[in-house]
């Protein structure tokens, strides 16, 4: 995982951990390793900050550098 992604988009936002925690209803100890790399962040979380940065989840990743997310499913 692209761990300075998580950092450089919650910093473009001027976001710090503690902001970002809270929405993932985490601590922000938790969050800095997800940030560090120590721990791998869960999947819930994971498209949980996709839907609040308005980004995919492969972006997130470092698999694109397209931040535009994918259109909603008709399903």
Request: hydrophobic share 30%; aromatic share 8%; proline share 4%.
């Amino acid at each position: 995982m692209n761990i300075d992604r998580l950092k450089e988009i919650r910093q473009d936002r001027d976001l710090q951990q503690k902001d970002i925690a809270k929405i993932l209803k985490t601590s922000q100890v938790q969050y800095s390793r997800y940030e560090r790399g120590i721990r791998t962040i869960p999947i819930d979380k994971l498209a949980l900050l996709a839907k609040y940065y308005d980004v995919s989840v492969d972006y997130l990743l470092g698999l694109t550098n397209e931040r535009k997310p994918y259109p909603k499913s008709k399903v």
